[in-house]
């Protein structure tokens, strides 16, 4: 092996690592972002279920009247 064959590899080595670092990073920053996201999509989700438990009995008696009317 000549000098040169050695600086290659350490090379190939360094880009490896520092692909592995770059990938890393973004892997960490977009879970930040994704943990971020969990408190607020949690408040949505417990707005929806609120209008759900509001709206769907709401309607279904409203369907109900409107069946008993009809008949």
């Known amino acids: ?6 600086n ?7 880009y490896t690592a520092t692909l592995g670092r770059q990938a ?3 892997v960490v920053h977009h879970g ?9 999509t949690l ?3 417990k707005t929806m279920m609120l ?5 769907i ?3 279904l008696v409203a369907l109900l009247v409107l069946v008993w009317r009809l008949t």
Do not use: G, N, Y
């Open 1 to 6: 092996m000549s000098l040169t064959d050695t």
């Open 8 to 14: 290659q590899l350490a090379t190939r080595d360094d």
């Open 24 to 26: 890393r990073t973004i």
């Open 32 to 40: 930040e972002k994704i943990l971020a996201e969990i408190p607020s």
């Open 43 to 45: 408040r949505r989700l």
């Open 51 to 55: 209008v759900l438990t509001i709206s």
């Open 57 to 59: 009995p709401v309607f």
